[in-house]
């Protein structure tokens, strides 16, 4: 930074990084910072422990600073930092592919790399049109998204994507979407372990979109089986099969975002498994990597990549692609995690848990301002009742007291503290973990 004479300015240490879904000012007058990790841990710049209870950002299912991943990173960039993925590959990538799709349902044979969760989803939405295009029914080129879903910051994913704020201040974003209703009903669901009961008829909204638009205008329907970002809100049971039979009935590809849900997060590779529903693509990041690299991608069925591969075998098939897709570092740490998941049994411990983890989550029923609580996998949401001068500000005062205070690391979405530790935590750090969002619920009461 410069003066208007070409003098060097010292600028504020914090001032020049404009943070991403952040209060920034707020942030940069008393900030939240962390400096190193471990396990199940961070560690502020004066080495105070923080229990990390939202696995970064979702995404570092396997704690942290793990050495098998660690190592991999180190010896894959001393071998080979970069190669182009346009009309060149390198070996890791082909295996990573490999291993993703043998952890898929059904014929989710093929993968697409991306570099982000966001990537990913925009991905899957090309997909789905030009697949449609190269079937010979162009006509269907409008995107079906979810209220309350959340699908990632490209154009195409905030205009599937049904959280307001995330879209309000960007004008129309694409055209030719429509959303079907959210799957969220308090009264009837409050207080649930696991999936609700009841909900499984909000995807017959499905039916109310198809006679507005006609069928032979949709190309594809995307949801998250588990909403997270919005609060962590559970496809109640069924709702996805009956997603999965209108989508077959009217000739509508079903997309699963699986970004948050993917790699053990609600017990199982893939949140289809646990559903018994095979989608036509499946989008992935954060968890594939364990937060260490950054890597998303999209798996697609094999009816899906065989309509692409015909004419010239020297012509590209799908013009579409990042820079760094499949990046050599990311394949590397991507092995080395599978590898860990694996060998630590991973998916499975996280389902084992599951019970304990709702039970220890419910227990916080009774708490001053707490008006619903909802578990699924190892996920966890508190929603609290807002004050009266202002949506959100009582979880934003539990998560900034939650770090300070108890050394804990929560992310809110309005006035919903939800939780989502890595799937190493212990049942006594469960515990641990409870103990201090008590004791932050009850500090924020008035």
Known sequence: MTSATGAIATPNDLEAYW??????RSFKQNPRMVARAEGMFYYTPEGKPVMDGTAGLWCCNAGHAREPIIHAIQAQARELDYA???QYGHPKVFAAAARIAALAPGDLDHVFFAGSGSEAADSALKIALAYWNVSGRGSKTRLIGRERGYHGVGFGGISVGGMVNNRKFFGG?????????HTYDREKQAFSKGEPEYGAHFADDLER????HDASTIAAV???????STGGLPAPKGYLKRLRELCDKHGILLIFDEVITGFGRLGFAFAAERYGVVPDMITFAKGVTSGTVP????????HIYDAFMNGPDNVIELFHGYTYSGHPLAAAACLATLDIYREEGLFERARAMEPMWADAVMSLKGEPNVVDIRTVGL????????????????????MDRLFREEGLMVRTAADTIAFSPPLI????QVEELIGKLRRAIRAVAN
């Open 295 to 302: 890597m998303g991608g999209v798996i697609v069925r094999k």
């Open 425 to 428: 935590i212990t049942e006594n």
């Open 84 to 86: 182009p993925s346009f």
């Open 173 to 181: 974003l694409l055209t030719g979407t429509d959303h079907i209703s």
């Open 222 to 228: 995307i949801v998250e089986p588990m909403a997270g």
């Open 19 to 24: 943070m991403p879904f952040t209060a920034n």
């Open 209 to 212: 979109v198809v006679a507005l």
């Open 379 to 398: 996920v966890g949401a508190v929603d609290l009742a807002p004050r009266a001068d202002g949506v959100g500000k009582r979880a934003f005062e539990a």
